[in-house]
């Protein structure tokens, strides 16, 4: 697929990564729908960017989103599956002053696995429902899940859904290829974020020592990943990790 000729969707795009490939694929001349619940920060993406609250949570959302996405658009090809949150914890510890045992809480489970992972089903299946209905083909679905997949200390919740995305992409590919609908994932290892770079510099030089390539990813480097799955069209139903080597 040819990025000037994509009518895209992109979640979770008012910033970080999500932002970075909404502004990529605009001035590639890829048109695009950006969708987020941080309304302030959607302001904030470049003019001809087409810009809407979306909480991927709420299955009514995701279906208005992508009708409007595609009236604005004329039509849809593509989606970038990326919106997510974190709410790390433990399955069970022990409390080092009490010796009291606290469970992970049921209500953080729920959350993440609410938006990272139903949410990016319920959106998949909207699009792809549109692409179904209009028509539309070759189309694309790519899946931001994360290394994290292989299993990640304190992130039962988290690991359980990029994980699922994963897997997502090679059921989807299999169930959408007669639409003419690949699907695909990205799984970033540590990337540059407001939160890494407010690190301290002992933990962050740990961090580093960590990483075959010596250093933490940006996110240019997962744009490059997310270019390549959209363009070659013979990337189908795998999972890309984007790591610097982290896990091998």
């Known amino acids: 697929m040819r990025l000037e000729e994509l009518k895209i969707i992109v979640t979770g795009g008012a910033s970080g990564m999500g932002a970075h490939f909404a502004k990529r694929l605009h001035a590639a001349g890829a048109q695009v729908a950006v969708g987020d619940v941080n309304e302030a920060m959607l302001g904030e993406l ?58 992970l809480a049921t ?55 990029k994980a699922s995305l994963a897997m997502n992409a090679v059921t989807w590919a299999r169930e959408l290829a007669p639409f003419g609908i690949r699907a695909c994932a990205i799984a ?19 961090l580093v020592a960590a990483i075959p390539v010596g250093r933490i990813g940006e996110p240019e480097d997962l744009w490059l990943a997310v270019k390549f799955a959209i363009e070659c069209d013979y990337f189908n139903a795998r999972c890309l990790d984007v790591d610097g080597g982290l896990v091998m």
């Not at 970033?188 to 030089?205: C, F, H, I, L, Y």
């Open 188 to 206: 970033p290892g540590m990337v540059e974020t407001p939160m890494t770079k407010g690190m301290n510099q002992k933990a962050r030089d740990a």
């Open 46 to 103: 470049p003019p001809g960017i087409h810009r809407r609250k979306l909480d991927v949570a709420h299955e009514v959302d995701c279906a208005s989103f992508v009708s409007w996405a595609s009236e604005q658009m004329g039509g849809l090809n593509a989606l970038v599956n990326n919106a997510g949150i974190i709410r790390d914890g433990l399955l069970v510890k022990k409390d080092r002053e009490t010796g009291a045992i606290k469970k």
């Open 107 to 161: 209500s953080d489970w729920n959350a993440v696995i609410a938006v990272n992972l139903t949410g990016a089903t319920l959106m998949a299946r909207e699009v792809a429902a549109k692409m179904a209905e209009t028509g539309t083909r070759p189309g694309v679905i790519v899946n931001i899940s994360s290394v994290s997949r292989h299993g990640n200390r304190g992130q039962s919740n988290y690991v359980a859904a």
